[in-house]
C-alpha cells in the first residue's frame, strides 16, 4: 500500500504544478468513475507488463495540478470492493495482477491512488474483450510507454518472453548454488533413468553426502548386492564447479546485454542524428531503464557487490551498467515522439 511519504513524493510540486510528469511508472487521472473501470485495468495491466506503477486520482491535465477528488469522485473510490476488482481482474486477463488501494489527505485536498505491482509471470494477456468500444481486447497486451499505455511491440514482448527463459534458468542455478554452498565440488549433476517422476531425461541434483549412500551401476552391468538401494545411470555423474558456474553466469549477462552506456548513447543518436547526448541520459533516467532488467543489467565487479545490491536493492555508482538492443529500441521510440 502507498505510504504518505510516496504520496507527497508523487505529488510533489514545482511552482505551481507537479514535479513528476507521467511516465513509465505513473498516470494521473482528474476524477475516479466506476463506469471507467475498463480504462483503469488496462493501466493495471500495462503497469503489470512494465515495472509497476501508480494510477493517482485528483490531478487536473494540462497543467498538471494537485485539486484533489470531488465527493462524488471520492465517495466512489472508496466504495471500490477490492475482492470484487480482483475477481474482475482474473476474469479479464490471463495472469493475476497484485495491486493495492489507499488514499491520502494532502494540503486540505483528497487523492486517490492504486499501487499496481510488476507481475510474478509476464505477460499479462487480455483473455476477454471489455470496456466500451471494445477498450480492452481478447488476446491483446498492454505495456506501459513512457506516458502512455498501448499495445506492446515486438521488442518488449521478446524481452519479457526472454526474461521467462532466463528466470528458469537462473533457478536452476540457484538451486545448483545453494546444495554447493559449502564451496566448490559439493555437488553433483547426474542424469538416471528415474530421476523425477513423470519426467524423462530430467535433471537431477544431489548432495555429495547423500550420493555416497546410492549405489550406481552402469547400464548394461548387474547389482552384485542384492537389496543395495540402486539406480540406473544414463551418462556420467558429474561434479559442478561452482566457479564455472558463475563464469557461464557472466557470460551469459554479457550476451544478453552486450552495450556498454556510450554504445548504447552511440547507437540511439545514429538513428536519431539530431537527439543530445543529455537528452539520451535524461530518457533513461525519466523512464528508469536503469536497474530494468527489460533493458538493462549492473555489471558487478565482485560478489560483495551483488549480494550488497541484492540485500538493499541499491547499486554503487561505480557499477557500471550494460544495455540490451531493446533499450536502444525503446529510447528511440521515446525519443521520436
Do not use: C
Amino acid at each position: 500500500m502507498t505510504s504518505e511519504k510516496q504520496m507527497n513524493e508523487l505529488l510533489r510540486k514545482k511552482g505551481e504544478h507537479l514535479f513528476h510528469r507521467e511516465s513509465q511508472t505513473l498516470e494521473f487521472k482528474e476524477q475516479f468513475n466506476l463506469a471507467s473501470l475498463a480504462d483503469y485495468f488496462r493501466d493495471f495491466a500495462a503497469f503489470a507488463n512494465n515495472r509497476g506503477g501508480y494510477l493517482v486520482f485528483g490531478v487536473t491535465d494540462s497543467p498538471r495540478t494537485p485539486v484533489g477528488m470531488s465527493d462524488k469522485s471520492l465517495a466512489m473510490f472508496e466504495k471500490v470492493d477490492p475482492e470484487r476488482i480482483t475477481q474482475f481482474l482474473l476474469e479479464i486477463f490471463s495472469a493475476s495482477i497484485s495491486w493495492s488501494q489507499s488514499t491520502h489527505v494532502i494540503n486540505g485536498h483528497s487523492f486517490g491512488v492504486f499501487e499496481i505491482e510488476r507481475a510474478q509471470v509476464r505477460p499479462v494477456i487480455a483473455k476477454k474483450d471489455e470496456g466500451k468500444g471494445q477498450l480492452i481486447r481478447n488476446g491483446d497486451i498492454y505495456y506501459r510507454y513512457g506516458g502512455r499505455t498501448q499495445r506492446i511491440q515486438s521488442a518488449e514482448l521478446e524481452a519479457i518472453i526472454n526474461d521467462r527463459i532466463e528466470r528458469t534458468n537462473k533457478d536452476w542455478i540457484d538451486h545448483v548454488r545453494a546444495i554447493g554452498s559449502g564451496g566448490p565440488g559439493k555437488a553433483i549433476l547426474l542424469r538416471s533413468e528415474d530421476d523425477i517422476a513423470g519426467s524423462k531425461n530430467a535433471p537431477m541434483v544431489v548432495d555429495r553426502q547423500l550420493a555416497r549412500k546410492i549405489k550406481f551401476i552402469k547400464e548394461g552391468q548387474f547389482n552384485e548386492k542384492a537389496g543395495a538401494a540402486t539406480l540406473k545411470v544414463v551418462g556420467d555423474v558429474v561434479p559442478i564447479d561452482t566457479v564455472e558456474i558463475e563464469k557461464v553466469v557472466k557470460e551469459n549477462l554479457l550476451k544478453a546485454y552486450p552495450l556498454t552506456a556510450m554504445e548504447m548513447n552511440a547507437e540511439v543518436r545514429k538513428k536519431l542524428p539530431k537527439i543530445k547526448q543529455h537528452e539520451v541520459w535524461k530518457a533513461i533516467s525519466d523512464n528508469g531503464l536503469k536497474g530494468n532488467e527489460d533493458y538493462s543489467a549492473y555489471n558487478f565487479r565482485n560478489r560483495n557487490q551483488e549480494e550488497n545490491f541484492r540485500k538493499t536493492g541499491r547499486a554503487p555508482s561505480t557499477v557500471p551498467v550494460i544495455y540490451n538492443q531493446a533499450s536502444v529500441d525503446f529510447l528511440v521510440k521515446i525519443l521520436t515522439h
